[in-house]
């Protein structure tokens, strides 16, 4: 199975940015779509963004949209989450997730997970 980890996350403030890198080993990474979550303290992990193992297909929660690009470098068996605009709501262990698939759009379900990163946004 493919193991998944997280770096990049850090202490920031409001108005920064950051990049998240998720490494991915152990099987063929173009064989899966590729997915971050969030989760904040004391509440439900959420989807924030996913890309298709072509990367042709990506897409992001609502609130994220505008400020949060995910990317993938198959050549590196890497995604990446690029974090524009924070704000102290985006405060969360942000986690890394993995799916096999041959679809051309990526779905919300995902069967491999990371350790997570912290990111914390101070205002």
């Known amino acids: 199975q493919v193991q998944l980890v997280e770096s990049g996350g850090g202490l920031v403030q409001a108005g920064d940015s950051l990049r998240l890198s998720c490494a991915a080993s152990?099987?063929?990474?173009?064989?899966?779509?590729m997915g971050w979550f969030r989760q904040a303290p004391g509440k439900e992990r959420e989807f924030v963004a996913a890309?298709?193992?072509?990367?042709?297909?990506?897409y992001s929660t609502a609130s994220v949209k505008a400020r949060f690009t995910i990317s993938r470098d198959n050549a590196k068996n890497t995604v990446y989450l690029q974090m524009n605009s924070l704000n102290p709501e985006d405060t969360a262990v942000y986690y890394c997730?993995?799916?096999?698939?041959?679809?051309?759009?990526?779905?919300?379900?995902?069967?491999?997970w990371g350790q997570g990163t912290q990111v914390t946004v101070s205002s």
């Open positions: 997730a993995a799916q096999e698939s041959r679809a051309s759009v990526p779905g919300r379900v995902f069967d491999y």
């Open positions: 152990g099987r063929t990474f173009t064989h899966y779509d």
């Open positions: 890309i298709s193992w072509t990367g042709i297909s990506s």
